[in-house]
């Protein structure tokens, strides 16, 4: 009985992983590596710019080529919010990362049902602040030739016989005539989760899951170096996260499945735990349920769809800088050398990932969550600080490795009916300069 059970798990193991593996390093792309694929002139247009869309930006503009930017919002102005990533950021930015960077947390504790466990980080997360993250990014992509045009509303796009053609709404305050649509080889759409140019070529929408937080005074007594997680399966399929910003503030919040629901529960959460809201951010992430095509052929030019316009978010925590950014980085493959892109296979290997996980936990109840709180050894808070949650497939070796038994718990949700169902999409279109939240 013991080697039937035995061989049900692996077989069922490697069925679910056989395409996975784990992901290669990512590193900064060097324009010299890239053999660029088409004429040098060809133009590129990024529409939204995004942290993805102007990191793609900057990466094409090295190599030489015309790129424009085509934002709608009339400034670059954007809101001033707080992100927590792992420090794989420092390979995608290099030595423009330090500017965003407000803290570094070394620590995460976890709680649920009055258990609670913690987890020291081998390597720092970053909390960055967002509006210094776009500056840098746009400023550099500027420094590199790439051209930013605001007060452009996307309106439609069409194939022509050299590449695509961009429509935009007259604005007075537009760098490019009214009424003239713009020609490029390629278009890069970077414009949110509700993207315009996304349901312009025919791509199905996204669902999206709202979260919401508040800006609290950091907790006496509680170090700044230091996140703190809730998981409250009664209030949300995901958790709730209290993670400082300095040594006086902190953000805390949640992601929910309905928008009125998840709102009500952080307040009582905050009555509950006695925090006092000084401000309150919401936005609808995208939830990724399976890989979104990046390319799109219109006439003789491309359409390519990058970081939220093409989910590319980790449906474990609904984070999705360093997976755009890694999204930009393969498009950017894509574009200059033409062919398929590794990062690109590799990013999907790695968001398939996450969606397994989160498939495996989705429908755990408070049961659940006490007895894998319980299941945390020592080992398993070793690999859990020595590995980074952008890496799904070391993470779920080590976690299976040090807790066989928490295999049965992540297959019976696996098995169970999917939680697509869960997710409705009803938010107006939301632009990247409008108020954000934290994403981790």
């Not at 936990?361 to 007895?371: E, L, N, T, V």
Request: aromatic content about 6%; proline content about 6%.
């Amino acid at each position: 009985m013991a080697l039937l059970t035995l061989l049900t798990v692996r077989a069922a193991w490697i069925y679910s992983c056989r395409r996975w593996t784990c992901p290669r390093k990512v590193k900064l792309i060097d324009p010299k590596d890239l053999q660029l694929a088409g004429a040098i002139d060809e133009s590129i247009g990024v529409v939204g710019a995004s942290a993805a869309g102007l990191l793609a930006a900057l990466f094409v503009a090295r190599t030489g080529r015309e790129v424009r930017i085509f934002e709608r919002a009339e400034c670059l102005n954007p809101a001033a919010r707080t992100l927590i990533v792992t420090d794989r950021i420092r390979t995608l930015l290099g030595p423009a990362y330090s500017k965003c960077v407000v803290n570094e947390i070394r620590a995460i504790e976890l709680f649920t049902d009055g258990r609670s466990g913690g987890v020291q980080l081998d390597s720092p997360d970053l909390v960055i602040e967002r509006s210094h993250l776009i500056r840098a990014l746009a400023q550099e992509a500027q420094s590199n030739g790439a051209k930013l045009h605001f007060g452009c509303r996307f309106i439609s796009v069409r194939g022509r016989r050299e590449g695509v053609e961009l429509a935009f709404a007259p604005n007075r305050l537009r760098s490019i005539p009214d009424d003239q649509p713009v020609c490029c080889g390629t278009a890069i759409a970077a414009d949110g989760a509700h993207s315009s140019v996304a349901r312009a070529i025919g791509a199905p929408p996204l669902n999206t899951a709202p979260l919401v937080q508040a800006v609290v005074k950091l907790p006496a007594g509680m170090p700044p170096d230091t996140v703190r997680v809730w998981f409250v399966p009664e209030d949300t399929p995901y958790f709730y996260w209290l993670i400082p910003e300095s040594r006086e503030k902190a953000a805390l919040g949640l992601i929910g499945v309905d928008g009125k629901h998840t709102s009500r529960s952080l307040v009582r959460f905050m009555e509950k735990h006695r925090f006092t809201p000084l401000g309150f951010q919401a936005a609808r992430i995208p939830v990724y349920q399976g890989w979104v095509p990046v390319e799109h052929r219109i006439g003789n030019g491309r359409v390519f769809l990058v970081g939220d316009a093409a989910a590319q978010v980790k449906v474990t925590t609904l984070g999705g800088v360093v997976t755009g950014f890694r999204g930009a980085q393969g498009v950017s493959e894509r574009i200059l050398k033409g062919g398929p892109s590794p990062e690109l296979r590799s990013l999907r290997r790695e968001l398939d990932l996450h969606l397994l996980i989160r498939r495996s936990i989705h429908q755990f109840r408070q049961a659940d969550y006490s007895r894998l709180m319980d299941a945390m050894n020592e080992r398993m808070r070793r690999s859990l600080g020595r590995i980074n949650r952008d890496q799904a497939a070391r993470v779920l070796w080590h976690i299976c490795r040090n807790q066989p038994r928490l295999i049965w718990m992540g297959l019976r949700g696996v098995f169970a009916h999917s939680p697509d169902t869960l997710y409705q999409d009803s938010a107006p279109e939301v632009s990247v300069w409008r108020p954000s939240v934290i994403q981790k």
